[in-house]
């Protein structure tokens, strides 16, 4: 009965673990509590499970039809972001579910899958061929996953971080960087990198579990357990270094430790620091990676709505905008309306150009937001102009006007020239995440969590 606070209160036996996640603690203490927030740290890569699986030889014990649907092994209700993963992952090995390269693009720029009629079961001698395919960082660009195609791995982890970059702008990579550069000398290597794999568990396929006993049966009915969406008060009340502590909970399931696992070369590992592990990165190549993973996606995007053209059209570019939103059928059958209404047949469209500088708008939108609130606070209309500057002032560089114009067809619900900001910031906001935000579904705080740890120590 003690295994759940152990995991918060025991000491870690990897000792290398507890430096990384003290000095998480200790930056986000020197730099404010919001840091994390910011950089995505917090509530992107650290947000998959408080406790890490805190019986061993649990199966399911929520969500049960997606985990039976997607074969995987799980003791929680599969998130929108694992539900993601594992809908799009092709392939299996160890045990273990991956994204390919050209897994991790189709399950941004695509509403399904490719058709498959079930995952790739890679062995040793498949991995270590597709690895060896693994280019240098430098030779690597902005084809980098559609060159790979196929031939790679992605870690459930670090598909977590690659959509943390696609969401965050430069100011919060900055702080990015900055946590994983342990020993401050401006470069990151393969050790600090792997940091991100210390914050999630893998995804496990069912293929070859073994079944759970009679007393895990009965600590799964006991348990008391924290969901994903408590981790950032948690480490906030507790501490990074006392949540990511404890044996390994699949254990008992698997032929590899989860420890074991998260020491696996991937596609990822092996392109940033190089086949033997030695390469480092410096801020700037860092940020070049950065920079390409986003372009590529941007280009993707374009040239799919484009439809062979050199611009998208008005309403092409309201449904590229509207496309990862929640808003229902009919309403988004009047953005399209509207949007077409007032558009002439030979317009020019959206070019490429207009459309990375607007994907580099919507990776600011934290900062847009900031700069509006004058208005919004005031009740203020955000006119054509003033939502320019606004924009100006966010990224240094004001959007085109057709573009401000388009923005406008689709948001202005009233035709008075003004723009409808929640509106428009909740569809912006989905957009940004491609659907798969996290959402609290319960309301959490110091008193849930202490009655929590209460009913364990009573069940000791």
């Known amino acids: ?227 994903a969406a408590d981790y950032h008060f948690a480490v906030s009340r507790i501490g990074a270094d006392r949540l990511f502590t404890g044996a390994d909970s699949y254990a008992v399931m698997f032929t590899k430790s989860e420890e074991e696992v998260r020491k696996q070369d991937t596609t990822l590992l092996l392109h940033l620091f190089g086949l033997r592990g030695n390469a480092t990165l410096s801020f700037d190549e860092f940020q070049q990676f950065y920079e390409n993973l986003q372009e590529e996606l941007m280009e993707i995007e374009f040239y799919e709505f484009a439809r062979g053209k050199t611009a998208i059209s008005p309403v092409d570019f309201a449904r590229l905008i509207l496309r990862y939103s929640i808003v229902n059928f009919d309403d988004y059958h009047k953005y399209l309306q509207r949007v077409q209404e007032k558009s002439d047949d030979d317009e020019p469209g959206i070019s490429l150009s207009q459309w990375a500088t607007f994907s580099r708008f919507l990776n600011n939108l934290a900062e847009f937001q900031s700069a509006v609130r004058l208005y919004v606070n005031s009740n203020v209309p955000v006119s054509e102009p003033e939502f320019a500057r606004a924009v100006g002032c966010t990224i240094g560089k004001e959007l085109d006007p057709v573009v401000v114009s388009m923005i406008f067809r689709i948001f202005d619900e009233n035709n008075d020239g003004t723009l409808s900001y929640p509106e428009f910031l909740a569809v912006m906001s989905d957009r940004l995440h491609r659907g798969l935000r996290g959402r609290l579904e319960k309301p959490w705080g110091w008193k849930p969590f202490k009655n929590c740890v209460i009913s364990e120590v009573s069940r000791a």
């Open 1 to 227: 009965m003690k295994r759940v606070l152990s995991r918060f209160w025991g000491f870690s036996t990897k000792h290398r673990q507890h430096i990384l996640n003290q000095r998480i603690v200790e930056r986000t203490s020197a730099r404010n509590v919001a840091v994390l927030t910011a950089a995505g740290i917090g509530t992107s890569i650290g947000a998959y499970q408080l406790i890490d699986t805190a019986r061993a030889g649990i199966l399911v014990t929520d969500g049960s039809d997606d985990a039976s649907r997607h074969n995987v092994t799980t003791d929680h209700k599969l998130t929108k972001r694992e539900l993601r993963f594992l809908q799009f992952a092709s392939v299996e090995y160890d045990d273990v579910i991956y994204m390919s390269p050209m897994d991790f693009i189709d399950s941004l720029t695509l509403d399904a899958p490719r058709e498959r009629v079930y995952r790739r079961v890679l062995k040793e001698k498949d991995i270590q061929r597709i690895l060896k395919k693994t280019p240098p960082f430098r030779s690597g660009g902005k084809h980098f996953f559609r060159t790979m195609d196929q031939s790679g791995i992605i870690s459930y982890s670090e598909y977590i971080f690659l959509l943390t970059l696609l969401t965050k702008s430069k100011a919060a990579f900055r702080i990015a960087f900055l946590m994983f550069d342990e020993d401050d000398n401006g470069n990151i290597d393969r050790d600090e990198f792997m940091l991100i794999r210390s914050l999630t568990s893998s995804l496990r396929s069912t293929t070859r579990v073994q079944p759970s006993t009679a007393s895990d049966e009965e600590d799964r009915r006991e348990s008391c357990q924290l969901d």
